[in-house]
């Protein structure tokens, strides 16, 4: 920035127009405050923080992690564009208040955005490595990790990562997606976007039995499949349970199940669950699924009743996507997951944390 009067130095960094009478052309805004498509584009413009070393100096409760990988998929590719869709899909600037809440969440905790793991195409075992070290090392510092996909296939290595970090706790899942993902394999990869499920169960990093998924539909996987997954005792609650029983008590029900053992549970949302006249941006849409509205609800509910460890938001392909409308599903995903967390350590009888220097609210809604 260049250099300013001083009493231009004076006005509102991060200050809104209200606050430069006649409407001064040269007022100053911090990075944070600037309009969404302005600046650097990490998730809602909060601090880039990719270094390890940083990052456990800033010590924040909630920390963003890209996972650009889409190398495992078995239909249309682009997933490994989407933790940059998620983080410029919004209008907001500076703070944010959740209407659903009642909470401005980055009063009550501190996040940032910890950057990408360092993905190359064409290696899924490389690729899944440094997810996975990614992960573990961001869960080092006591963040919870929310991580931005990428294809399903990067559950695997981050669910694992943080099941070794929360141990000997155990660690249960609760996995939104059209599908079960829990195939041994696809055209022989044991490692594809629909497997992850069944590799951690296989690898000892979740019991079967702590698995929850919610939204399955279609026409996919087979009875083999089903079968194996009753086996390892896994529970499920498909679409057409919602649709008799409604979203939300399906939702307390499988919050229930997800309790039942694990002390820590580890939030898998594929946005295929979301019906694609709603999110079309995806690798394997299937008609049928959740309204948005349902989707975010859940997420409030299970991250207001649960411990969360980690979660993570996965198969949004920015080439199938319309105006943005699967990214923003994604996004907001992700702040309904901040705001509930932030709304707990309001219940708990916790202050405020000090000002992270997000400045006050110059944004507009339409």
């Not at 069944?198 to 087979?222: C, D, H, K, M, T």
Request: aromatic fraction near 6%.
């Amino acid at each position: 920035m260049c250099a300013m009067p001083d009493e231009r130095d004076r006005q509102a960094r991060g200050m809104n127009d209200e606050a430069a009478p006649g409407g001064d052309p040269y007022t100053a805004y911090d990075d944070f405050n600037l309009p969404a498509y302005a600046g650097l584009p990490s998730f809602q413009k909060l601090p880039w923080i990719p270094d390890l070393e940083d990052l456990r100096a800033a010590r924040p409760d909630v920390a963003i992690v890209g996972a650009p990988f889409d190398d495992a998929v078995s239909h249309r590719p682009g997933a490994r564009f989407g933790p940059r869709a998620i983080r410029q899909a919004s209008y907001h600037s500076g703070a944010i208040n959740s209407l659903q809440l009642e909470i401005e969440p980055y009063d009550w905790i501190s996040v940032v955005d910890a950057g990408d793991a360092p993905v190359t195409p064409m290696n899924i075992e490389r690729g899944h490595a440094v997810i996975e070290r990614k992960v573990a090392d961001v869960a080092s510092t006591g963040a919870v990790p929310i991580i931005l996909g990428g294809d399903h296939s990067i559950t695997y290595p981050s669910a694992t990562a943080i099941a070794r970090h929360v141990a000997p706790k155990r660690l249960g899942i609760v996995h939104f997606d059209a599908h079960a993902d829990a195939a041994n394999s696809t055209w022989g990869t044991l490692r594809s976007h629909g497997a992850p499920m069944r590799r951690l169960i296989e690898s000892g990093a979740v019991a079967g039995r702590n698995f929850v998924q919610v939204g399955l539909r279609g026409y996919w996987p087979g009875a083999e499949t089903m079968e194996w997954m009753r086996e390892q005792g896994m529970r499920w609650h498909l679409m057409t349970e919602i649709e008799e029983r409604g979203a939300e008590t399906v939702i307390a029900e499988a919050i229930d199940q997800a309790l039942d053992g694990p002390e820590l549970i580890y939030l898998s949302v594929d946005i295929d669950v979301i019906d694609p006249g709603m999110a079309p941006g995806t690798g394997t849409p299937e008609p049928g699924g959740m309204l948005t509205r349902e989707l975010l609800r859940a997420v409030r509910q299970i991250v207001g009743r649960v411990e969360l460890a980690g979660m993570d938001v996965v198969e949004v392909s920015p080439p199938f996507d319309q105006a943005e409308v699967t990214a923003a599903a994604a996004h907001r995903c992700v702040l309904e997951a901040i705001s509930a967390l932030a709304a707990k350590r309001r219940a708990s009888g916790a202050g405020p944390i000090a000002d992270l220097g997000a400045g006050t609210d110059s944004s507009g809604g339409g």
